[in-house]
Nanobody, 122 residues
Framework: QVQLVESGGGLVQAEGSLRLSCAAS????????MGWFRQAPGKEREFVAV????????NYADSVKGRFTISRDNAKNTVYLQMKSLKPEDTAVYYC???????????????WGQGTQVTVSS
């Protein structure tokens, strides 16, 4: 079993920055692909970014490409999402997830955190 705990969310003004962290426990996630997803009120959960277990490959949703950066530190069992140039439409609950495939679909991820709220004011 893997437990994931997100942190770093909060309230920020448009064009501001935040860095989310996702700490894993219970089992190493060094061999898992790690993804970030988000869900805004009234909307479905959507893919944000994914990083391969080795850290050598990443993939981003078009809506965040060039503004968000996903990274991981396997020694610390932690994944990060650096968010810059934030927009009000980035407001959502952000979730990290661990899965065995380098994939964009949430169905590929077996373990999920509880989420952290990010609110971007205009």
């Amino acid at each position: 079993q893997v437990q994931l705990v997100e942190s770093g969310g909060g309230l920020v003004q448009a064009e501001g920055s935040l860095r989310l962290s996702c700490a894993a426990s219970g089992r190493t996630v060094s061999r898992y692909a790690m993804g970030w997803f988000r869900q805004a009120p009234g909307k479905e959960r959507e893919f944000v970014a994914v990083i391969m277990w080795s850290g050598t490959s990443t993939n981003y949703a078009d809506s965040v490409k060039g503004r968000f950066t996903i990274s991981r530190d396997n020694a610390k069992n932690t994944v990060y999402l650096q968010m810059k140039s934030l927009k009000p439409e980035d407001t959502a609950v952000y979730y990290c997830a661990a899965g065995s495939n380098f994939a964009r679909g949430p169905e590929w991820y077996a373990y999920w955190g509880q989420g952290t709220q990010v609110t971007v004011s205009s």
